[in-house]
């Protein structure tokens, strides 16, 4: 049994293998030849293997960001980061967080196949994310970490993983022009907020993407140019200010701070572009693919990918997301430094991610005054709610990082809350999660079936 726990785990949470899996099923259900079978396989594996490749550039070329960071205002405190908190719940919630994503997979299969809302969850390493915490909460409330928190735990989040890319895909469908994918990311609740406030506040007829550039500026046209330009004027600010001495001794090993902080400007433009050949790799791919299943086993259904797949269709708006979010950040972190609170300390990770994605759904919707409203009030979220989540996570609220994104702040809170009742309110609250859910689909016509 261990060791088949450990084969899911290792098929689940390497999201190239679980896409390349989901795109071989398609493909065979098509009854494509077998060379058209192994060819759309390998390249929708590779594909996420170099999107994959790509986002660890990002983050990496990212570290050096937070580190001078800290050191240079001198700020201790609590850094959300989903991979970090998760590596530290793993240890002793690893087996029950394995059962939940089983069983959490398997309700998100049953509700698109007899639901109006037809998105399945590829994004193996969020399912992870959501499991655990879902775990880390139920056994905190006392439930335990037998069957019934494996059952319950499944429920919660096959339906939170069905019905968030619901909630972003009336902004989806403007972003890249067609219905074909969806969100598949821990941030779906507040993309989807972004959007609205970007439709509510903004002006979608000047797009972040018409900024009007000289002729003599033409070579920012290129996004690799202009992102390694930008990204190399704000590494060049944060290593002049953290100091020569401390960046050559602790963090370029003796290479001259300027030459270090234009290396890592390139470096995260380099990891920008391998991502957005991952994506064109993977849209190629796993769409054609996804039709046979749509089409056999859940019809009409639609693969729920991770954020990255969206970078590509505005990618000014990926820098004003990020730059706008960590400000908005930073500014928090002052202001828990003043209110004497627990201090969040901007992770430069959930900030770009979540605050590019978030800008970009406001500017679908708002053009670039929706873009900064999208990413200010997503990074008031991503800032503010780790505060309200700390203590609903049992020991885990001692640890110096904690849960990022949206949709694992605000159900876990809202989870976490319900389970202070006990296991009866927990149980009821989760069931009650599931009805209103099935409700919502026979009576609320889903976006993903409007016109």
């Not at 993309?191 to 000289?214: M, Q, R």
Request: hydrophobic share 55%; charged share 10%; aromatic share 8%.
């Amino acid at each position: 049994m261990k060791e088949v726990i450990t084969l899911f785990e290792g098929i689940v949470t390497t999201p190239a293998i679980l896409v390349g899996l989901v795109a071989m099923l398609g493909l065979i259900l098509q009854k494509k030849h077998t060379t058209e079978i192994i060819q759309g396989s390998i390249k929708t594996f590779a594909g996420f293997l170099i999107l994959t490749g790509g986002s660890t550039i990002l983050q990496n070329a990212l570290a050096p960001f937070a580190t001078m960071f800290r050191h240079a205002l001198h700020v201790q405190g609590v850094v959300p980061s989903n991979e970090a908190v998760v590596a530290i719940a793993l240890v002793k919630y690893g087996s029950v967080t394995a059962l939940i994503m089983l069983v959490g997979m398997i309700v998100n299969v049953l509700l698109a196949r007899f639901t109006k809302f037809k998105y399945i969850f590829l994004t193996g390493q969020a399912m992870l994310y959501v499991s655990c915490m879902t775990a880390v909460i139920l056994i905190s409330a006392g439930l335990g970490s037998g069957i019934v928190t494996v059952l319950l735990g499944g429920l919660f989040e096959g339906t939170l993983l069905t019905i968030t890319p619901v909630f972003c895909q009336p902004f989806m469908r403007k972003i890249t022009g067609g219905d074909t994918v969806a969100m598949g990311h821990t941030g779906n609740i507040g993309y989807a907020i972004a959007g609205l406030c970007g439709k509510w506040f903004g002006n979608k007829e000047h797009s972040t993407e018409d900024i009007e550039v000289p002729k003599s500026l033409g070579f920012l046209r290129d996004s690799t140019v202009s992102i390694t330009l930008v990204m190399a004027v704000v590494y060049i600010i944060l290593v002049c200010i953290a100091g020569p001495s401390y960046v050559e001794s602790k963090l370029s090993s003796g290479s001259n701070f300027i030459i270090f902080a234009i290396v890592q400007a390139g470096t995260f433009a380099a990891g920008f572009a391998i991502v957005l050949q991952g994506v064109r790799m993977i849209l190629a791919e796993i769409v054609p693919a996804f039709q046979g299943i749509a089409k056999k086993l859940v019809p009409d259904s639609k693969p729920a990918l991770d954020v990255p797949i969206i970078f590509p269709f505005a990618p000014n708006a990926v820098l004003i997301g990020f730059f706008v979010s960590f400000i908005v950040g930073v500014l928090s972190m002052f202001a828990m430094l003043a209110m004497h609170t627990t201090v969040i300390i901007p992770g430069v990770v959930g900030h770009f991610f979540c605050g590019a994605a978030a800008a970009i759904y406001g500017n679908a919707s708002g053009g670039r005054r929706g873009a900064i409203v999208g990413a200010t009030v997503n990074g008031l979220l991503i800032s503010w709610l780790p505060l309200f989540i700390l203590p609903l996570l049992g020991s885990l609220k001692l640890a110096a990082s904690t849960f990022a994104d949206t949709d694992y702040l605000i159900p876990g809170i809202v989870l976490g809350n319900v389970g202070k009742t006990g296991a009866i309110g927990v149980t009821v609250g989760i069931l009650l999660f599931v009805v209103i859910v099935l409700i919502a689909s026979k009576f609320i016509k889903a976006p993903a079936q409007q016109k």
